[in-house]
């Protein structure tokens, strides 16, 4: 399977997704995610609110998850094959301590500045219904509760009824400024999550390709408190979030965790170190809603951020949009990186989480 498939996200086959998230066991031709999206009944007149779903909610279930991810499991998230996949060796790029000059294009490459962006973006790792590890990134933003992550719907479920058993993954943590195995800031297990209600049953038949084409592959989460009950934000700080037209040309900075090496030996990242790309943001010329930049990322990268008006000395901006998918799915040169930007259904999820007390 080519590391720019059109998605490389879930094992499990009811999941009918290809997007940027974990593992995956079938691939199917970007043409049939796109024949009918977005105009069909799913996409286009389905309610749309908030479809939450239960994490760890007890301090034996926080622990549990804790324990379980380890460095060597942190490691080999998203390998098809983790019983005969070697572990990656760590990233040792060297960190750069000067800012990176504004406005720098960046096609992809290990982030080495430092700043807020190195604590409040990390790996987000979970386990799909298969019992298999997935990773994908997420990011602490400015919220009431000082604990609410953005990430993409297809990082935390396939398309299906939120009641369902295989639904939702399990084993959701949170490791901000992940690097090489460990946890710098700790690790964060999630207690309640949400996407929107048109990534549930899909009347239509819709697949998760239909409905990120159709701008919905975005969700929240909120995280458990550290142990002596600090929330995420007081230990990480947080980005800004907003909800703004895209513009053409807009410079944007990009952030995620692609693993890809792990299944490809000739791929570029394995996941160890967070990787950034930068660039003018465009529209998908088959999908556009979603908007993109010159970018190498591919599998594990989803629900990375995408930053409006960041500022490269401090490692703060606006997050406006996550990550979806390639230019497979979307169009566009090889290779480009693709962000379901935020909106009103975003805005919805949003103001669930902010208030959500964790």
């Given at each position: 399977m080519s590391p720019t498939s059109p998605v490389l996200l879930r094992r499990a086959a009811t999941a009918g997704a290809l997007l940027l998230c974990a593992a995956a066991a079938v691939v199917l031709p970007p043409t049939a995610a796109r024949a009918s999206a977005p105009d069909t009944p799913a996409t286009r007149s389905a309610p749309d609110f908030p479809s939450t779903g239960t994490g760890a909610t007890t301090p034996q279930e926080r622990d549990r998850i804790d324990a379980y991810w380890t460095p060597v499991r942190m490691k080999l998230a998203g390998?098809?094959?983790?019983?005969?996949?070697?572990?990656?060796?760590?990233?040792?790029?060297?960190?750069?301590?000067?800012?990176?000059?504004?406005?720098?294009?960046?096609?992809?490459?290990?982030?080495?500045?430092?700043?807020?962006?190195?604590?409040?973006?990390?790996?987000?790792?979970?386990?799909?219904?298969?019992?298999?590890?997935?990773?994908?990134?997420?990011?602490?933003?400015?919220?009431?509760?000082?604990?609410?992550?953005?990430?993409?719907?297809?990082?935390?479920?396939?398309?299906?009824?939120?009641?369902?058993?295989?639904?939702?993954?399990?084993?959701?943590?949170?490791?901000?400024?992940y690097r090489n195995g460990t946890?710098?800031?700790?690790?964060?297990?999630?207690?309640?999550?949400?996407?929107?209600?048109?990534?549930?049953?899909?009347?239509?038949g819709?697949?998760?390709?239909?409905?990120?084409?159709?701008?919905?592959?975005?969700?929240?989460?909120?995280?458990?408190?550290?142990?002596?009950?600090?929330?995420?934000?007081?230990?990480?700080?947080s980005q800004r979030i907003a909800f703004p037209k895209p513009v053409e040309g807009e410079f944007l900075h990009a952030f995620g965790y692609p693993k890809g090496r792990l299944n490809d030996s000739s791929a570029k990242y394995a996941g160890s170190r967070m990787i950034h790309c930068a660039g003018p943001a465009r529209p998908g010329p088959k999908a556009p809603l979603l908007w993109g930049t010159d970018c190498d990322m591919s599998s594990g990268a989803s629900g990375g951020p995408h930053l409006k008006g960041f500022d490269t000395r401090?490692?703060?901006?606006?997050?406006?949009?996550?990550?979806?998918?390639?230019?497979?799915?979307?169009?566009?040169?090889?290779?480009?990186?693709?962000?379901?930007?935020?909106?009103?259904?975003?805005?919805?999820?949003?103001?669930?989480?902010?208030?959500?007390?964790?």
């Open positions: 390998a098809l094959i983790p019983e005969i996949t070697p572990v990656p060796e760590d990233d040792l790029t060297p960190d750069d301590p000067r800012p990176l000059p504004a406005g720098t294009p960046d096609p992809g490459g290990t982030w080495r500045h430092g700043g807020a962006v190195n604590q409040s973006v990390g790996r987000l790792f979970f386990t799909f219904s298969d019992g298999y590890d997935g990773s994908c990134t997420a990011t602490v933003v400015q919220s009431s509760n000082r604990s609410t992550l953005v990430t993409a719907a297809h990082c935390l479920r396939g398309v299906g009824s939120p009641a369902a058993d295989d639904t939702w993954n399990d084993n959701l943590y949170f490791v901000p400024g946890k710098p800031l700790g690790g964060f297990s999630v207690r309640a999550m949400a996407t929107s209600s048109r990534w549930d049953t899909a009347p239509s819709a697949s998760s390709e239909d409905l990120a084409v159709a701008g919905f592959d975005t969700a929240v989460a909120v995280v458990n408190p550290a142990p002596g009950g600090r929330p995420v934000a007081d230990i990480t700080g401090t490692g703060t901006g606006t997050v406006v949009g996550v990550t979806t998918t390639s230019d497979d799915l979307a169009g566009g040169p090889t290779p480009s990186l693709y962000a379901t930007r935020f909106g009103d259904s975003a805005r919805k999820l949003y103001n669930w989480a902010r208030n959500h007390n964790s």
